[in-house]
């Protein structure tokens, strides 16, 4: 059955394009016409040791990508096909696997672990392959330390592809002895102890049980620790690697170990390669993350429940902690600041130092302020930007009492290094740490206000001067503006701002039009600050804000006309356009929400959507997100005018509805439709048919991202609230769908915060479905039409309320779902209503909910039960 | 080939603190924009929900009231405790005129009960009142203070359900007193605190029938008085209600109780007759043999006489379903009463037609449900009924009316069209009400319901296409259906979970629709 492959996986990485095509399709038909002969040709060619070790990687590569997929639907496709395999089939190639474990060649042994472990993810779920993990641990035994090291490396891989529930406890145990045996610094092979350190990260996950228990975990956490202090860098970055896996699963059972780990740390940190350094450093900020977590469950109440209580880690080790971290900061590189993904040991330990300045608050400012006055004014560059950066770094966390009088010191001497400092990575620290302080300290909640009349000038000045810099620095200045106007954004009718306004206008203008604006991101940043300033405008400003509206369309045309592009250039103008149609969404937000603009704004209405037709001919997701929101603008700011451009907008309405795989437009063009209904009301009837078979589709589609599920129910909410009992004829469709929903979100799993969440989502959308049908068909001589519907919402409300585990958000909606169903239904439920336990203790509840749209959603819910229960 | 990192731990680190603005700008400006959208569709709905708040207030009383409610109650409900006190003292007084101090807090908490919007029963029950009110009840009292206990205990017994529980230890006492040395007033007012507890609940129901209420009832429904006999039907209707069918088929044997029936319906008395006309459609609801006596009795004759000469709606719904009733459960009442031809018969469908027309949406749907049932009699019957008012009526109803009566129209109409089945043959079609009917776009309607949630019209609407696909002259039916989307409204039952429904919307495309349709054109 099986077939010689050889030569089509080594043509398949030929350097020749047409060769090489002509493989991978090949390779393709015959996965497609004959999968079981495709798999054990793929399987030989793996374990053959006389095959070139090219071929045999690609082999198990390629039987890899035949079991698994990233993307969700294809993959349990893929697990499905494997499974309905003739058995023996599959017992071959998994005999073929395992005997590559043994092969001399470390390529091939690696790729068969991989492939190892996928079939262990699809398997052992379905309690298959139970011999599996029993004849890797036999393989532990063995002398050869290149097969003890593939099975370890596979113990690993499986450890990561099954979930710990699938595991027996006892095999669990047998592995971890494994592993922590194969870490031993008494083991020989440095191969071995990395691939087993390397298993064990996998393998902590199901390491609970043995956590629990002291003398297990010490041992771990020895061997752990000794590994740290290998003579292998591989091995040690790796042990570090545990042990920042070990400080978030098991923050709680760490208190025993800290002093050791200090030390080791911070040896590492100092001395060793910045690998391993990076993921010491890496180490302090998980803990970080977790002590912030907990006490943002406290919520500043120390009697208030957390799962997990805070041990306080950080704070103990302050004094310690912030000289390490400190030092860090001092071993900068060159070019980070034009490199986006640069990571290096000043960065990670700035990080690590905001972290900290977040979870102890004022405490670290005492602990930093000297090193800043001591290395502000240095000629040495790296030394005036460590201690900038030390000072952005700290600004969120601690009190703005402690906090302000330190600014209002520092601000002008930042405002003259931004200007006058010879050195680039000085001047980005300058403006990026401007930009925090009016992130953290300037606003409307600010007691003592940072800015006044007096510097407020000076300020501007020097970030509008600064945007012509270097792009790195104008970045960052764009950014400082952007906080400095988002701190204005509910000032009132007056903002200091204005006299400014024109000014910073057209400086922001000119940015974007810079020849080396697409450096840093720069283009971006101008755009996104010159949103904030359009939305921080004020009656006073408004006329210029107008002025933008044809300078953007005119900007936007540009962008259409231009033709013949490369791909490369393509891809900076479909940018270009998702950044305008982004800032004409907001302009039209702005003017269009007040009544003394949106008068004049009307004139540009149709070039502007005839500009938004003629994006959407482009194929650009990105594009197609933005201008559909400012779509969803343009049609609140225009009402029932928008119909005149229904006919034009429908077909990419639709398109939009369709796009399965780039969701988040999807999502975007269900939350327009909202916009619609709530623009046209019943004029979007004749619209409705179509959109409705769309969103039927999605919802029954598998291949569409979950996230995109709950705004649809919303939206069959909205569709029912503009055309009112025209929705009779969706009913039919759309309640079955809303059923089979709720009862699936009714019970959630609720061990799981993010399903909870979603859960909790799900049950929204589908209450604000009822809330609107109910609405909608209220007052209509169909409502009767609801009547079978109505135990059905009422069991729903109920098991909601029995489950005691719905959000706030949930609750209002299905109180007021509850008070919907006696208003539309009245008297004809008011039995079914009293029956339910909904009516009694959730409405209680509701009652005295603190939160002011709870009770009044409930409020008005009793009156309606009363009603309907009476009459 | 695509070749993927393969390091198990890759290249990740976390975000940078410091980091650029549009990061998290451009994703804060979308949140935004989605954000107002959700905070418009809860403003629709705020201002929708408090707009008919408004409403609400117009026809109730305002919040400002609520406020003194609570404080009037708190002012009631002390009453209530310190009247009882009284009433305990008054018992145990021995002295001179203490007959007379009773009936004086008595009378003084029935005030209390009756007078106010929101009677403070639960303080009266929490301050120990039925006891006390049992013990008023005992024999040999005065009639006063009986009648002023009876009329504490119904106000009590109309509140909520536990409080109207609470009157279990009076059941006894009051049966008793409906008895015939009772005087009329005393009985009366027994009659109807039973009447109240009997409307609570089959539990209740139960309690009364086992302790012998029905016999009373029944003599005192006989009475000539008619606020006594009209009181005592109101309970029996209440007590005889069900599910359990043995009070009713029991009530009907009672000696005379046919006959005060009859008398009562006789009589001009509107309020009378419509409490009579109630027991009526229980009898006829639950018990068969009620049904046997009344449709050989006058019974039809008069109702059908109030049917055709009442504009009362209080009496219309009753007579109407007791009509529906008695001709639903016995054929006796199409072959033998209503035959055509027949006085009766041509009244009953005059007042149907009146109710037809008339604005009332009640009684729109029992008309129709009636006639209905006599649709489903001889092809006589439908005959008459297809050329009298009712079928354009009915027509007219049958696209414009509120669901529940368009289903009602819609059995009627289809009845119309198929003679009564013989053996178990498929009935045969009376082939030009049918055509009349599909003339006069009959079609598009029937479809309507078959595209409805309701399982029951939709079926209806299947069976009227059969009729059509089956019936219509030269085979045009198939075509007739499919112009108006037929195929399209029965394919939605390809996959319906009803295997009924399923099975004959499938049978009917196959049949009809399936390889050889279209082929002759």
Redesign the interface.
């Known amino acids: 059955m099986a077939m010689e492959v050889t030569q089509i996986l080594l043509n398949a990485q030929s350097v020749d394009g047409s060769i090489r095509k002509h493989a991978e399709e090949s390779l393709k038909q015959f996965q497609e016409q004959n999968l079981s002969a495709f798999l054990l040709s793929l399987s030989n060619e793996l374990v053959s040791n006389e095959k070139p070790v090219d071929s045999r990687k690609l082999a198990g590569l390629v039987l890899k990508n035949a079991l698994d997929a990233k993307e969700q639907h294809r993959k349990s496709e893929l697990a499905q096909r494997w499974l309905s395999l003739d058995i023996a089939v599959k017992a071959q190639v998994k005999a073929c696997l395992l005997q590559t474990l043994a092969s001399p060649v470390p390529d091939a042994r690696s790729t068969a672990s991989q492939v190892i472990a996928k079939i262990a993810g699809i398997e052992l779920p379905q309690k298959l392959w139970p011999e599996l993990i029993g004849s890797l641990l036999s393989n532990i035994h063995q002398l050869q330390p290149h097969v003890k090291q593939a099975t370890l490396e596979t113990l690993g891989y499986l450890c990561e592809e099954v979930s710990p529930q699938v595991v027996d406890q006892d095999q669990v145990n047998k592995i971890l002895t494994a592993v922590v045996q194969g870490m031993n610094a008494s083991e020989g092979s440095s191969d071995v102890r990395l691939a087993a350190t390397r298993a064990l990260y996998n393998a902590l996950g199901f390491a609970q049980a043995n956590f629990s228990n002291d003398m297990e975990r010490d041992y771990i956490m020895r061997v752990v620790c000794e590994a740290t202090l290998s003579q292998e860098v591989k091995i040690r970055q790796s042990a570090f690697e545990c042990l920042v896996a070990i400080s978030s699963t098991y923050y709680d059972k760490l208190a025993s170990y800290m002093q050791d780990i200090f030390t080791i740390t911070a040896k590492a940190v100092r001395e060793d390669e910045e690998p391993v350094a990076l993921q010491a450093i890496e180490f302090w900020s998980s803990i970080c993350d977790e002590e912030i977590d907990i006490l943002d469950e406290y919520g500043g109440d120390f009697t208030a429940d957390s799962d997990i209580p805070c041990y306080y880690f950080i704070k103990q080790a302050l004094p310690a902690l912030v000289p390490m971290l400190l030092e860090t900061l001092l071993k900068q590189e060159e070019d980070q600041d034009q490199d986006e993904g640069a990571w290096n040991l000043a960065m990670a330990g700035g990080t690590c130092l905001g972290l900290v300045a977040r979870t102890v608050g004022d405490d670290i400012v005492p602990l930093v302020m000297p090193f800043i006055e001591e290395n502000i004014t240095k000629p040495d560059w790296r030394q005036r930007e460590a201690a900038t950066y030390a000072f952005g770094s700290i600004l969120e966390g601690p009190s703005p009492d402690k906090l302000t009088p330190i600014v209002h010191v520092a601000l002008s001497f930042m405002l003259t290094a931004l200007m006058n400092d010879p050195n680039n990575h000085v001047k980005d620290t300058t403006a990026w740490t401007l930009g925090r302080i009016f992130e953290f300290l300037h606003g409307s909640t600010v007691e003592t206000p940072i800015i006044t009349p007096e510097n407020c000038q000076q300020i501007l000045t020097v970030l509008l001067q600064s945007m012509k810099d270097v792009p790195n620095v104008a970045e960052k200045a764009c950014g400082a503006l952007y906080f400095l106007a988002q701190g204005y954004e509910d000032v009132g009718a007056v903002s200091p701002l204005s006299p400014f306004y024109q000014n910073i206008i057209q400086a922001l203008l000119t940015v974007t039009r810079r020849e080396d604006a697409g450096e840093s991101r720069l283009r971006t940043a101008a755009y996104e600050t010159l949103n904030e300033i359009v939305r921080c405008s004020t009656d006073e400003t408004a006329p210029i804000v107008m002025q933008l509206v044809p300078v953007i369309m005119m900007e936007l045309h540009q962008t259409l006309e231009a033709q013949k592009l490369s791909s490369d250039e393509r891809e900076k103008q479909n940018e270009l356009q998702g950044l305008l149609c982004g800032c004409l969404q907001v302009i039209i937000q702005k003017l269009g929400a007040a009544e003394t603009t949106k008068y004049g704004f009307m004139q540009y209405t149709d070039q502007i959507m005839d500009l938004f037709l003629r994006v959407f001919a482009c194929r650009n997701a990105t594009v197609h997100e933005e201008a559909m929101l400012a779509i969803g603008a343009l049609a609140y700011a225009t009402g029932t005018n928008f119909l005149k451009y229904m006919q034009g907008f429908y077909p990419y309405l639709e398109m939009g509805l369709q796009n399965f795989e780039e969701y988040q437009v999807c999502a975007i063009t269900v939350g327009v439709v909202g916009d619609l209904c709530r623009a046209l009301e019943d004029k979007i009837l004749p619209f409705c048919d179509g959109i409705m078979t769309q969103l039927l589709k999605d919802l029954s589609s598998n291949q569409l991202h979950r996230s995109v599920k709950p705004p649809i129910f919303s939206c069959f909410g909205d569709i029912a609230l503009a055309i009112g009992e025209n929705f009779e004829k969706y009913l039919i469709y759309a309640m079955p769908m809303l059923q089979s929903a709720a009862e699936l979100s009714a019970h959630a799993v609720a061990d799981d915060d993010d399903i909870l969440e979603y859960t909790n989502q799900l049950r929204n959308g589908i209450l604000e479905a009822y809330s609107g049908i109910l609405q909608g068909f209220k007052s209509s001589p169909k409502t009767q039409l609801l009547m079978p519907y109505a135990y059905h919402i009422l069991q729903f409300i109920d098991t909601l309320y029995s489950e005691k585990d719905m959000d706030d958000a949930v609750m209002k909606t299905a109180i007021g779902v509850l008070g919907d169903l006696a208003d539309t239904l009245g008297s004809h439920v008011g039995p079914l209503i009293n029956q339910s336990v909904s009516s009694k203790g959730f409405l209680e509840e509701c009652l005295s909910s603190d939160d002011g749209l709870i009770k009044e959603s409930a409020d008005w819910a009793k009156l309606a039960i009363s009603r309907a229960v009476s009459g | ?1 695509a ?2 990192d ?1 390091s ?2 890759s290249s990740y ?6 980091t ?3 990061n998290t ?2 994703q804060r ?2 949140q935004l ?2 954000a ?2 959700k905070e ?2 809860e403003a ?3 201002t ?3 707009c ?2 408004a409403l ?1 207030d117009d026809n ?1 009383a305002s919040l400002e009231g609520n406020m003194n409610i609570d404080e009037e109650r708190a002012v009631l409900n002390a009453q209530a405790s310190q009247i009882i006190e009284d009433l305990k003292s008054a018992m145990t007084y021995q002295g001179k005129g203490a007959a007379q101090k009773k009936v004086e807090a008595l009378r003084a908490l029935r005030r209390l009960l009756s007078k106010s919007e929101i009677p403070p029963v639960k303080a009266a029950l929490q301050a120990g009142a039925v006891p006390l009110l049992v013990q008023c009840l005992s024999f040999g009292s005065p009639d006063e203070q009986l009648l002023e206990a009876a009329w504490c205990l119904t106000n009590i017994a109309a509140g909520e359900p536990e409080e109207t529980k609470s009157l279990v230890p009076a059941l006894p006492l009051l049966v008793a007193h409906l008895g015939e040395k009772s005087s009329v007033p005393v009985a009366e007012q027994c009659a109807w605190a039973l009447g109240n507890v009997a409307g609570e609940g089959d539990e209740l129901r139960n309690i009364l029938l086992a302790q012998g209420a029905l016999l009373p009832l029944a003599r005192l429904m006989m009475s000539d008085k008619g606020s006594t006999a009209r009181t005592a039907s109101w309970a029996l209707s209440n007590l005889i209600k069900g599910p359990q069918p043995n009070a009713a088929t029991e009530l009907i044997r009672i000696k005379g109780v046919l006959d005060a029936i009859i008398q009562h319906l006789r009589n001009l008395d509107d309020e009378l007759a419509t409490e009579v006309a109630w027991v009526i459609v229980y009898l006829s609801a639950l018990s068969e043999a009620a049904v046997r006596l009344l449709v050989k009795s006058d019974v039809v004759h008069l109702l059908v006489g109030k049917l055709a000469s009442s504009e009362s709606l209080q009496l219309l719904i009753p007579v109407l379903r007791s009509l529906g009733n008695l001709v639903a459960a016995d054929s006796y009442m199409t072959d033998m009463v209503l035959v055509v031809g027949h006085n009766t018969t041509d009244q009953i469908l005059l007042g149907l037609i009146k109710c037809l027309k008339s604005e009332h949406r009640v009684l729109k749907k029992e008309a129709a449900w009636v006639l209905s049932n006599i649709a489903a009699g001889s092809v006589g019957h439908k005959e008459l009924i297809f050329s009298s008012e009712a079928t354009p009526l009915m027509i007219h109803l049958l696209s414009s009316a ?3 009566i368009r289903k009602e129209v819609a059995y009627t109409l289809g009845n119309l069209c198929v003679a009564p089945a013989k053996n178990a043959e498929q009935p045969s079609i009376i082939v030009h009400h049918l055509v009349a009917l599909v003339n006069r776009e009959c079609i598009s309607a029937f479809i309507h319901l078959v ?4 399982i029951q019209s939709a079926k209806l609407g299947l069976q009227f296409l059969e009729l059509v696909m089956r019936g219509m002259p030269n085979g045009e039916g198939p075509k007739l259906v499919e112009r108006e989307d037929g195929i399209d409204a029965m394919e ?1 039952f390809q996959f319906h979970e009803n295997e009924e429904m399923r099975n004959m919307a499938n049978g009917l495309v196959d049949k009809y629709f399936g390889e050889d349709y279209g082929l002759d054109e």
């Open positions: 080939m070749d993927e393969v198990p731990q680190h976390r975000n940078a603190i410091k650029s603005v549009h700008s451009a400006r979308r924009a989605v107002v959208g418009r569709r629709l709905i705020r929708k929900r408090l008919r708040e609400f109730e509120p669901f529940d595209r409805s949630a309701d939605r």
